[in-house]
């Protein structure tokens, strides 16, 4: 049998099992998506602390709407629907408190791909630029912030960020160009910085 | 196409949304077009920043932990105040059963009690208001007619004329 096809039948008979409230089916079916869905409310959250509480409430949001799940979009369409909405619902409330860029700059994560031989001095200009990206990315606008996240981080096609959005490709389109333009602009000084630096090496 | 309108699909390119001929068409504009290899030199460099910015995928561990906790959590809200009903549905029927049957007698009752209280307010109310009472009398029964709300007369009380003169015999 074709492995795609097999993955499907296994996927819907999970699918049939969790709407029949097993926990333990929905565990091994959540349990594939469970890496996606931390990036994406990283993506949004921008503190590992607050993406744990966030991922608890899509795992629970999950489990008690999976009946209604008709299977019209994607199991992974509305499980990162369920992600950003989750995500930037979190992200508003947090935003009421007013303690947005202190609290997210207070992210435990090591840096995805660094390398082990960095001096300090990398070190630092890395940290630097981290928390220069989450502000930046923290001033976004939502649905810019979420379009940002599942295309730079998740690597989604215009069309499943559409469906994901519920918005058309166009949309999704001009938001992400207005939010990299907003990102470059809000980068600038370290990019051109960065980037002298680097024609200086190359 | 011309070379303008290439400069604007450099978003799409830079996302792999174009396809077939327009990629084509699209690398060889750019390997004249200064400001395109610009752009895209900046775009890769926002992903890279991006990218850095974003933590590591945490151990499974971690997540272990995380769905011990969504279990529990899910446990607890899975007792909600109706299942707790659905748990405790007979009590709760045969509860209501030993409670409701005394009550329903004791209102049947207290019924029983008031009624002769009701009745002998309505008598005073007659007695008192005599243009609410016509009594007509046949050649056998004397009938005692009560104006009710809706202004009609209805039957009251129906006595054989025999059995008054027998009273009166007797007082």
Redesign the interface.
């Known amino acids: 049998m074709n492995p795609r096809l097999e993955k499907d039948q296994k996927e819907q008979s999970l699918i049939q099992r969790c709407k029949g409230g097993e926990f333990r089916a929905f565990r091994e079916l959540v349990e594939q998506y469970q890496s996606r869905i931390y990036a994406v409310c990283f993506g949004i959250v921008r503190n590992r602390e607050d993406t744990f509480d966030v991922m608890q409430e899509v795992f629970i949001k999950i489990y008690n709407s999976i009946k209604h799940f008709s299977g019209q979009s994607g199991l992974y369409v509305w499980i990162y629907r369920i992600a950003v909405n989750t995500g930037l619902d979190f992200f508003r409330k947090r935003k009421r408190k007013q303690k947005i860029i202190e609290k997210s700059y207070q992210d435990g994560g090591t840096v995805k791909g660094g390398s082990h031989s960095q001096s300090p001095a990398d070190i630092a200009v890395s940290l630097e630029l981290k928390d220069l990206v989450h502000r930046a990315i923290a001033k976004l606008p939502d649905n810019h912030k979420s379009i940002i996240v599942l295309r730079e981080i998740e690597g989604l096609s215009y069309q499943e960020i559409a469906k994901i959005m519920e918005c058309s490709e166009g949309t999704v389109m001009s938001r992400l160009f207005y939010a990299r333009k907003t990102l470059m602009t809000l980068l600038k000084k370290y990019m051109a910085v960065n980037g002298d630096r680097q024609n200086e090496t190359t | 196409m011309k070379p303008r309108k290439l400069c604007h699909r450099i978003?799409?390119y830079y996302?792999?949304?174009l396809q077939g001929e327009e990629v084509h068409s699209f690398c060889e504009h750019v390997k004249t077009c200064v400001r395109c290899q610009k752009e895209l030199?900046?775009?890769n460099?926002?992903?890279d920043?991006?990218?850095?910015?974003?933590?590591?995928?945490?151990d499974e561990s971690?997540?272990n932990l995380?769905?011990g906790?969504?279990?529990e959590?899910?446990v607890r809200?899975g007792l909600s105040f109706i299942d707790i009903l659905k748990s405790y549905h007979n009590t709760i029927i045969a509860y209501i059963k030993m409670v409701f049957k005394p009550l329903v007698a004791v209102c049947f009752v207290f019924l029983l009690i008031m009624l002769p209280f009701f009745e002998q307010k309505e008598k005073h109310v007659i007695v008192q208001d005599e243009a609410k009472v016509k009594k007509i009398r046949s050649s056998t029964n004397t009938i005692l007619l009560f104006k009710t709300k809706k202004k009609k007369w209805t039957v009251m009380w129906v006595l054989p004329i025999s059995k008054q003169e027998e009273k009166k015999d007797v007082l």
């Open positions: 978003h799409a996302d792999g949304q030199k900046k775009l460099r926002l992903t920043f991006i990218k850095v910015s974003q933590s590591s995928i945490p971690v997540f995380l769905w906790q969504v279990e959590k899910l809200e």
